[in-house]
């Protein structure tokens, strides 16, 4: 599906920098350990945070053998609850995409790189709203330096 | 007071905030850092000071104890230790918080003081409040917010009015 290039970066990137910071308060509030595996990563994502900061609780399913590939299945999206259509002339704007680029942002701070997309959109047609989530190779842990 | 300074350290090790409350006692703040620019040694089976000076820790000061265990203990944060949380001496307390994120709450108190732990979950929460919902703050630079000092502040006073006659953490 494509859409226009200056806009899917944009929510993305909006949710990128809500992210980044959200992940503190969560952690300072929510008092969650260290995770041990991707899908108690994925598990806590979706019963924790989600039910903090959204009222809902997303269901999680594995889809791949390695485990590192995890699904959200959202019924309720509650920053769609007031939309019946898209307007037209936007029928490819997935604003939604704010919430991939928070869950992005947040697990970068916490060190671990992931892709996060919608892959299905119930505003679309879809029968349920699912935001995939792709646990990629763990960075290596850099030595940061001091500036001088 | 009995809380003698608060720092926040951010994930390159630079300091981005930093408290003092001085008091006659409050000789020796230390900044928190790795490696250590003391060099320890074994002397009548006490682990001191014997070169270096930094902030306030002096050659002949006594370490009594790291993470809570005796002065044998490991310094290092390399095989498997996860960094200090806690440095004891004659004179203060060091406790630090390490997120999950690579921010450190450093916070130096006398070291009858109790309640620090809770403390430093306060004051974490206190920067995810008002410091990163601030919109002029960015991540990873000192933090110069008026409602973080506020609040930081009052956490203070609320730690040390509750904590100095209980049992020390």
Redesign the interface.
Not at chain 2, 11 to 14: I, L, Q, V, W, Y
Not at chain 2, 99 to 103: D, P, Q, R, S, V
């Given at each position: 599906m494509s859409r226009p290039a200056h806009r899917r970066p944009a929510y993305h990137k909006i949710g990128y920098g809500i992210g980044t910071r959200l992940v503190e308060d969560f952690l300072a509030r929510s008092c969650v350990g260290r995770c041990h595996s991707y899908s108690e990563i994925t598990d806590i994502i979706a019963q924790v945070a989600f039910k903090m900061y959204l009222g809902i609780t997303p269901s999680v399913t594995c889809n791949n053998s390695s485990r590192n590939e995890f699904s959200l299945i959202l019924d309720k999206n509650p920053l769609v609850e007031f939309v019946e259509e898209l307007p037209a002339g936007r029928s490819s704007l997935c604003y939604c995409n704010l919430l991939c680029g928070i869950i992005r942002g947040a697990l970068e701070m916490v060190h671990l790189a992931a892709d996060v997309t919608f892959l299905q959109d119930r505003l679309k047609g879809d029968s349920v709203t699912e935001i995939g989530i792709t646990f990629l190779k763990k960075r290596e842990e850099k030595k940061y330096r001091r500036k001088k | 007071m009995a809380i003698f300074s608060v720092y926040v350290v951010n994930?390159?090790?630079?300091l981005i905030y930093q408290l003092d409350s001085y008091s006659p006692r409050a000789e020796a703040e230390k900044t928190f850092s790795y490696p250590l620019d003391l060099l320890l040694k074994l002397h009548d089976e006490r682990v001191l000071v014997a070169f270096g000076q930094r902030d306030g820790i002096r050659v002949g000061h006594a370490v009594l104890a790291i993470n809570g265990m005796d002065g044998n203990g490991k310094l290092s944060p390399e095989q498997g230790s996860s960094g200090i949380e806690m440095l004891e001496t004659d004179t203060f307390k060091l406790h630090c918080y390490q997120?999950?994120?690579?921010?450190k709450f450093v916070v130096l108190a006398d070291p009858r003081q109790a309640g620090i732990d809770s403390l430093l979950?306060k004051i974490?929460?206190i920067?995810?409040?008002f410091a990163?919902?601030n919109p002029f703050y960015s991540?990873e630079m000192p933090i110069r917010c008026e409602l973080f000092d506020q609040n930081l502040k009052l956490a203070l006073e609320v730690a040390e009015k509750a904590g100095t006659f209980g049992p020390g953490s």
């Open positions: - | 994930k390159a090790g630079d997120t999950l994120t690579g921010i979950r974490y929460e920067y995810s409040d990163l919902k991540l």
